[in-house]
Structure formats: C-alpha cells, structure tokens
C-alpha cells in the first residue's frame, strides 16, 4: 500500500490550503490525517471512514473539513483560517487488513 500526499506549502495565518491523498489499493478501513509539528508527537487532525464518519481532533473543528471518494480511493483535507499552530508535518494513514499505513508526509507552513 502506497499513500501520496501532496499540497502542503506556506501560506499567511487566515489563509486556506487542500491536501489530498491517494492509495495505491482500495482502502475499506478508516483514513486520516494526522500531523507532527518540531519537537511534538505526531496528532490526529481528523478521520473518515468509508461510510463517511467524520472525527476532528477539537483544534482544527469548525475550520478543516476532510473529503472522501471511495472510487478513486482518495482523501483530501480542507483547511481554512489556519493558524501558525498548524505549522506541521502532515501525514495521511490509511487502515488496511489489521494494520496503519502512512504517507510521506507534507510540510505545511503558516506565517504570522
């Protein structure tokens, strides 16, 4: 299982960024986002499963919405009003026959 992650990059505090993520294999199991930022463990942003339930870690609700599309086995977070606390590294997961699968990560910078 493959997971591409692409999207990140700077942006002002305020402002909007998308990432997405694709597998390489049908993925029935939740997918997610999670986030690492210097120094800090890595944190759940938010999950979905296939079904589309929805779960945000309490910091990003109300601001990041996560996408799903089952046919094309993609993820993609929305992220508005960013913070310079969102300053991360942001991996997508991917749970898949008993185990978690992680991307490469992408860097999401946000200035004051």
């Known amino acids: 299982v493959q997971l591409q992650a692409s999207g990140g990059g700077l942006v002002q505090a305020g402002g909007s960024l998308r990432l997405s993520c694709a597998a390489s294999v049908t993925i029935v199991g939740v997918m997610g986002w999670y986030r690492q930022a210097p120094g800090e463990q890595r944190e759940l942003v938010a999950t979905i499963t296939r079904g589309f339930d929805v779960n945000y870690a309490d910091s990003v609700k109300g601001r990041f919405t996560i996408f799903r599309n089952n046919a094309r086995n993609t993820i993609a977070l929305q992220m508005n009003s960013l913070r310079p606390e969102d300053t991360a590294v942001y991996y997508c997961?991917?749970?898949?026959?008993?185990?978690?699968?992680w991307g490469q990560g992408t860097l999401v910078t946000v200035s004051s």
């Open positions: 997961s991917a749970y898949r026959l008993s185990r978690d699968y």
